[in-house]
T-cell receptor
Framework: KAGVTQTPRYLIKTRGQQVTLSCSPI?????VSWYQQTPGQGLQFLFEYFSETQRNKGNFPGRFSGRQFSNSRSEMNVSTLELGDSALYLCASSLATMNTGELFFGEGSRLTVL | AQSVTQLGSHVSVSEGALVLLRCNYSSSVPPYLFWYVQYPNQGLQLLLKYTTGATLVKGINGFEAEFKKSETSFHLTKPSAHMSDAAEYFCAVQTGANNLFFGTGTRLTVIP
C-alpha cells in the first residue's frame, strides 16, 4: 500500500511569493492533517481536514490556508511568504473518523524562503 | 490545555545500553499519549501509543513506554540500544481530532 505522498519535496521561493503544497493520503484515509516543523518552534499543528471540511485549525495567520478534495487529496497554500515560513511541512493522514492520534506522515515538503 | 515536555534535547548511549527518553505531560482530562520517531530526511513514524487500559505499552523496534498518572510521565525505554535507533524522538499528546501537540524532541545518538 502506498504511503502518504507529498509534492514537491523541495522548493525555493522568495519573499512575497505564494506556494502550494500537495498531499496524497494513504488510500482509504479521509483525514489529512498538516504540520509545520522548524528548528526553533518544533512541530506545530496547522489544520486538519476530514471529508473536505476543516475540523481544526492551529494558531497560524490567515496566510496559511488549505483545502481537501473529494478524493481526500489535500493542498495547503501559503501566501505572501516571509523568511520565517522556511520549514519542513509535513502532511499526515489517518483512517479513523474519531480521535485516535495515529497519524501516518509523509516525508514532507521542505520550503526555503529567500 | 494539554501539553508535553521532553527532558533533554540530546541523549547519547552506548550500543547495547539502556535507552531512556523522558516525557512529562500536562492534561486536565485523561490523555492520549504517543511516541513518534523521525529518521533523517523522513517523516514521523508512530512507535507506540497509550489511550486507555494497560499502562505499559509496547511498540515497534523493541520500545516500550509506561503511563504513570501519579508522575504525569510517559517515558520511552528500550533495554538495549542498536545503531539503527539513532534518530529524533517526539512525545505527543492528543488535543483534538487527529491534532497532536508535540514535544520539542530528543535526538538520540548511539555510540558504537
Amino acid at each position: 500500500k502506498a504511503g502518504v505522498t507529498q509534492t514537491p519535496r523541495y522548493l525555493i521561493k522568495t519573499r512575497g511569493q505564494q506556494v502550494t503544497l500537495s498531499c496524497s493520503p494513504i488510500s482509504g484515509h479521509r483525514s489529512v492533517s498538516w504540520y509545520q516543523q522548524t528548528p526553533g518552534q518544533g512541530l506545530q499543528f496547522l489544520f486538519e481536514y476530514f471529508s473536505e471540511t476543516q475540523r481544526n485549525k492551529g494558531n497560524f495567520p490567515g496566510r496559511f490556508s488549505g483545502r481537501q478534495f473529494s478524493n481526500s487529496r489535500s493542498e495547503m497554500n501559503v501566501s505572501t511568504l516571509e523568511l520565517g515560513d522556511s520549514a519542513l511541512y509535513l502532511c499526515a493522514s489517518s483512517l479513523a473518523t474519531m480521535n485516535t492520534g495515529e497519524l501516518f506522515f509523509g516525508e514532507g515538503s521542505r520550503l526555503t524562503v529567500l | 490545555a494539554q501539553s508535553v515536555t521532553q527532558l533533554g534535547s540530546h541523549v547519547s548511549v552506548s550500543e547495547g545500553a539502556l535507552v531512556l527518553l523522558r516525557c512529562n505531560y500536562s492534561s486536565s482530562v485523561p490523555p492520549y499519549l504517543f511516541w513518534y520517531v523521525q529518521y533523517p530526511n523522513q517523516g514521523l513514524q508512530l512507535l507506540l501509543k497509550y489511550t486507555t487500559g494497560a499502562t505499559l505499552v509496547k511498540g515497534i523496534n523493541g520500545f516500550e513506554a509506561e503511563f504513570k498518572k501519579s508522575e504525569t510521565s510517559f517515558h520511552l525505554t528500550k533495554p538495549s540500544a542498536h545503531m539503527s535507533d539513532a534518530a529524533e524522538y517526539f512525545c505527543a499528546v492528543q488535543t483534538g481530532a487527529n491534532n497532536l501537540f508535540f514535544g520539542t524532541g530528543t535526538r538520540l545518538t548511539v555510540i558504537p
